[in-house]
């Protein structure tokens, strides 16, 4: 098992992330010890959807704080949320009300929303936490990063994937093709989640963290040698 707690300390320092790295991790049952998400559910909508938070991407936000485990109905209020998790195949949430407002307004195509990825074997659960405190290897890392962060991540991973909707997607990425990716986000996401308007998210596959801590950490050492350049050079026109 990776030093997690190291990690994450060295990947928050490298990016000076203002949250930190958050470990998922699928499975048939939730790791030993670990406490089910228990808020409660709304009442259903016509169609019978709910779940304990609006999308499964508002779990990341309450991960920040605390480890916990979620199963299936949990995420059931985003449908979207649900195919790219593989809780839903794409026929079983083609008839939801969601489904039919964003294809209705033209959100999302018919043809771009088969297309989504998706974690191919159902999950019986989904693990969500701070990364320092994951008591099992994680099979993602999720970064909610900025414009700069994202810079530096892009410098140091050439195969990092950028992505657009919806903004769950880059999960099934990382955990199926094993490719780091970051997203710009997605207006369903970021109503739900309360994401501010400069953030974004990356999601790493967790066995490739190692290398990916050490391509970070050389590039912003990098980036901070040429910023203290540009600084320099700067006060000529001041």
């Not at 050439?158 to 919806?166: F, N, S």
Request: charged content about 20%; hydrophobic content about 40%.
């Amino acid at each position: 098992m990776n030093d997690w707690r190291q990690l994450s300390s060295d990947l928050t320092a490298a990016l000076n992330l203002g949250t930190p790295p958050i470990a998922i991790t699928f499975g048939e049952e939730a790791p030993a010890g670990v406490d089910p998400f228990d808020a409660s559910m709304p009442a259903p909508t016509d169609d019978g959807r709910t779940g304990r938070v609006p999308a499964g991407c508002a779990f990341w936000t309450h991960a920040a704080d605390r480890t916990f485990s979620t199963v299936a109905e949990d995420h059931a209020n985003c449908s979207v949320g649900s195919v790219t998790h593989g809780f839903l195949t794409l026929d079983e949430a083609a008839g939801r009300s969601d489904v039919a407002t964003l294809l209705e307004t033209g959100w999302v195509t018919p043809e771009a929303m088969a297309e989504v990825p998706a974690v191919r074997t159902k999950p019986g659960t989904v693990t969500y936490g701070p990364l320092r405190d994951t008591p099992v290897d994680p099979d993602v890392v999720l970064l909610r990063v900025n414009g700069k962060q994202l810079m530096v991540l892009h410098d140091a991973l050439p195969a990092l994937r950028i992505e657009g909707k919806p903004q769950c997607h880059i999960i099934a990425v990382a955990k199926e093709h094993g490719e780091p990716a970051a997203s710009v986000g997605c207006a369903l996401s970021r109503v739900r989640t309360g994401m501010s308007a400069t953030e974004m998210t990356c999601a790493i596959p967790a066995g490739q963290l190692p290398a990916v801590v050490d391509a970070v950490t050389a590039t912003a050492g990098l980036d901070t040698t040429v910023a203290r350049y540009a600084a320099e050079d700067a006060q000529r026109f001041s």
